[in-house]
């Protein structure tokens, strides 16, 4: 799995899906129009977009085997020679899954990383949820690990034992495609800030991750699943800064109410602007960890003040 260097905050329209897909790189969207051809062709039209999600996941959209299709082609990697050639059989390799899965796109995906045999297996089970993929993936496990090809590297998978393929494809997938319908009320009027809402780090007093002093942490943070994940306003409001702060690194400020602002912090970039209206579940920054930060994740503040005030966002998210 390779994360691109160059990442789009714009977001680019897929001319065909109901989703668009975001924060692909550039070597991605430069087979835009090839993917868009050949889905029509194996009759995936409205797949595109999600298409292109999977190559910017599987490669970046960087070498010969974009698509990272030889093994579903010929059963090992390095049979394939163009990108034209990985594109058309990860396209031809897809319409299957998705067909086999009967519709279910997001067990198709996952059935793209870890094999046609997961199809059956989840459809017997009521269809693709990640507890089933982390089953079935602790499942095979069992039968390959004395091949010693397979390591628990994801700490998800070491912790749940779930160490064939990767438990964490259709996030990652996702995370490149906005179908609009991605965000959750979660609680009042506020919709989730990031994909999955994975409390790394709760309010109120703690130790400092870098100087090990105790401090009090004004906000919650959120894992997120690379450094290209989208980062959502929770609620309506507008942009009351976007910028760099000390300790935050790049931070967005909204306002919702005349007490009420959020922050969102150590961003990788933030994709809007002061003075700028934002709606609920609306992209505005793209996780990263700038400023006093250990590894991507989101920094969330709740405050009654645009510079203070900080309450606990669990109350408010119905956390
Ligand atoms: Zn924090």
Redesign the pocket.
Same mark, same amino acid.
């Given at each position: 799995m390779i994360i691109a260097d160059s990442v789009f905050n714009t977001k680019t329209p897929d001319s065909i899906g109901e989703g668009i897909v975001t924060n692909v790189s550039a070597e991605v969207l430069q087979y835009q129009g090839l993917v868009e051809s050949l889905a029509k062709e194996y009759d995936v039209a409205e797949y595109s977009g999600i298409i292109l999600a999977m190559m910017m996941q599987e490669s970046g959209g960087r070498g010969n085997d974009p698509m990272q299709s030889s093994e579903s082609l010929c059963g090992s990697i390095g049979c394939i020679q163009t990108p034209e050639e990985s594109i058309e059989q990860g396209v031809k390799y897809f319409a299957e899954t998705l067909k086999k899965a009967e519709g279910d796109v997001k067990l198709a995906v996952q059935s793209y990383n870890f094999g046609l045999g997961f199809i059956p297996y989840a459809l017997e089970r009521g269809g693709y949820s990640k507890e089933v993929a982390i089953e079935f993936s602790r499942m095979q496990y069992q039968k390959v690990k004395h091949t010693g090809n397979y390591s628990c590297i994801r700490p998800e998978s070491a912790e749940t034992g779930a160490c064939y393929g990767d438990i964490g494809y259709v996030d990652a997938v996702f995370s490149y495609y906005d179908y609009g319908g991605s965000t959750v009320v979660i609680g009042g009027n506020f919709v989730s800030p990031v994909d999955g809402m994975n409390m790394t780090?709760d309010f109120g007093t703690r130790y400092h991750p870098i100087t090990g002093e105790q401090h009090s /942490?004004k906000?919650?943070?959120f894992a997120c699943i690379n450094h290209v994940t989208p980062i959502n306003a929770v609620a309506d409001g507008s942009v009351v800064f976007s910028g760099v702060q000390n300790g935050y690194g790049n931070i967005v400020i909204l306002q919702h109410a005349p007490d009420l602002f959020t922050a969102y912090?150590h961003s990788s970039s933030n994709s809007v602007k002061q003075g700028q209206n934002v709606k609920a579940g609306q992209q505005i920054a793209v996780c990263g960890s700038t400023g006093d930060s250990t590894g991507p /994740?989101l /920094?969330l503040e709740f405050r009654t003040e645009q510079y203070g005030g900080f309450q606990d966002p669990k109350s408010y998210l119905g956390l």
């Open positions: 780090s /942490h906000g919650i943070d912090a /994740h /920094h």
